[in-house]
C-alpha cells in the first residue's frame, strides 16, 4: 500500500478476491492447447471427408467418422479469437505502439517463414498447381495456397490491431503507427482493384481482412474470460455447462450433414459450441503438477498450429481409406490425429529449444 492509497475495510462477504497481478491463466493454456489440438482434429477429419468426396455412399465409416469428428472441432477457430480478444482486452493490453507492432511481428515474421516451407514443400514434391513464383506473389495479398491452414492469420492480425488500436486511444495514447497500418489495410482493396483497372493487370484477392463475427467472439471470449470466478466455478456449473456442449456437439453434426459442410464458424450452432466449452473450462483448476507440462505445450502451441499440416499430409495417404470399416475409419482419425499431435508438438518444441522460436513460431 502506498501512501496515497486510502484504507480499505474489509470487502463484503460474497465479494470475488481481485485477480493477483501477475497471475498465471492456466485454463488459458489450457484452452489454447485443446483449440490446436482441435484444428489438428479439424483437418484430420477433412482427410477423411476428402477420401469418400463428402458423401456418405463413398463410404460410410469414413464418413460419419469424419463428420463426428469435424463437428467437435469447429470450436477451435472460434477459441482462438476468443483467447486473442482476452489477450488484449484484458489479460495483458499493449501499453504502446511499439508493444503492439512487437506482437504482431511474432505473429507475422513465423507466418511468412513457413509460408516458404510450405511452398518449398511442394515444389520439392511437384504438387503446385501454378508456378511457385506466382504463389508466393498472391501470398503477400492473402492467398491460403498451399498453406491453407494460415487463413486465420490474415484475419488474426487485422482483429489484434483493432482491438489494440482502440484500446490505446482509449487510454489517451496515440498509436499514429499501428493506425496508419490499420487504415491502409482497410483502403487496400479498394486501392489494388482501382490500381489493377488502371493498370490493365490481374491482382489476387486481399485477404488481410476479418469477418464481423470473429470480432464478436474477441469481444465476447474478453469478457467471458474475464468473469469473476465466483461466477463460473462450481462442478454443478461445469457440468450444465458440458451437457449444453455435448448438445451443441451433435447440432454441429447434424447441421453439416443436413445443411452445409464444412459448418460456418459464424453459425448459431459452432457459436453455442465453442460458448459452452469455454465455460465449461473458464477458470477450471489444473492441479499444480500439470502446469509446468501445460505451460511448455501452450507456449509452443502456435508453432504445432503452423508445422502440423507438413506431417498430417504427409501421413494421410499411408493411414485414410475409403474402403475402411469402423474399427478402420475410427482408428484412422484417431491416429492420424494423435501423431500430427506428437509430431508437430514434439518438432514446436525442439526449435524452441533451439531457440528459433522468433522465426518458426
Not at 483493432?162 to 503507427?177: E, N
Not at 451433435?250 to 453459425?267: I, K, L, T
Request: with cysteine.
Amino acid at each position: 500500500m502506498t501512501a496515497a492509497e486510502p484504507l480499505r475495510g474489509p470487502a463484503p462477504e460474497g465479494t470475488p478476491a481481485p485477480r493477483p497481478r501477475g497471475e498465471h491463466r492456466y485454463d488459458i493454456d489450457l484452452v489454447r492447447v485443446l483449440a490446436s489440438v482441435g484444428v489438428i482434429v479439424c483437418h484430420a477429419a477433412g482427410e477423411l471427408m476428402k477420401s469418400v468426396d463428402r458423401d456418405p455412399s463413398g463410404g460410410g465409416p469414413v464418413y460419419w467418422t469424419a463428420l463426428v469428428g469435424d463437428a467437435l472441432s469447429r470450436c477451435a477457430v472460434p477459441l482462438f479469437f476468443a483467447i486473442a480478444g482476452w489477450v488484449v482486452l484484458s489479460g495483458a493490453p499493449p501499453r504502446d505502439g511499439g508493444q503492439v507492432r512487437r506482437r504482431l511481428t511474432r505473429i507475422v515474421v513465423p507466418m511468412a517463414v513457413w509460408t516458404a516451407v510450405y511452398l518449398l514443400w511442394e515444389w520439392v514434391r511437384d504438387a503446385n498447381a501454378e508456378p511457385t513464383r506466382d504463389l508466393a506473389w498472391d501470398a503477400l495479398f492473402g492467398s491460403v495456397r498451399p498453406a491453407f491452414h494460415l487463413w486465420y492469420l490474415y484475419a488474426y492480425v487485422p482483429v489484434v490491431l483493432l482491438l489494440s488500436v482502440v484500446l490505446l486511444i482509449r487510454a489517451g495514447k496515440r498509436p499514429w503507427g499501428a493506425g496508419a497500418v490499420l487504415l491502409g489495410l482497410a483502403l487496400a482493396p479498394t486501392l489494388l482493384g482501382d490500381l489493377a483497372r488502371l493498370l490493365d493487370v490481374e491482382r489476387p484477392p486481399f485477404a488481410w481482412q476479418f469477418g464481423v463475427y470473429q470480432i464478436v467472439y474477441a469481444v465476447a471470449g474478453a469478457l467471458l474470460l474475464s468473469l469473476p470466478g465466483a461466477a463460473v466455478t462450481g462442478r454443478g456449473r461445469r457440468l450444465l455447462w458440458l451437457a449444453g456442449g455435448l448438445c451443441a456437439w451433435g447440432a454441429v453434426a447434424v447441421y453439416e450433414h443436413r445443411v452445409h459442410f464444412p459448418g460456418p464458424y459464424a453459425s448459431v450452432v459452432v457459436a453455442l459450441l465453442a460458448g459452452t466449452l469455454l465455460m465449461a473450462l473458464n477458470r477450471i483448476r489444473v492441479p499444480e503438477r500439470f502446469r509446468p507440462l501445460l505451460g511448455r505445450l501452450a507456449g509452443v502451441s502456435f508453432g504445432a498450429y503452423l508445422v502440423h499440416l507438413l506431417f498430417l499430409e504427409a501421413l494421410a495417404p499411408r493411414v485414410v481409406s475409403a474402403d475402411a470399416g469402423w474399427p478402420g475409419a475410427v482408428g484412422g482419425l484417431v491416429g492420424l490425429t494423435v501423431a500430427t499431435v506428437v509430431l508437430s508438438f514434439a518438432a514446436a518444441l525442439l526449435w524452441t529449444r533451439l531457440r528459433l522460436g522468433r522465426w518458426l513460431g
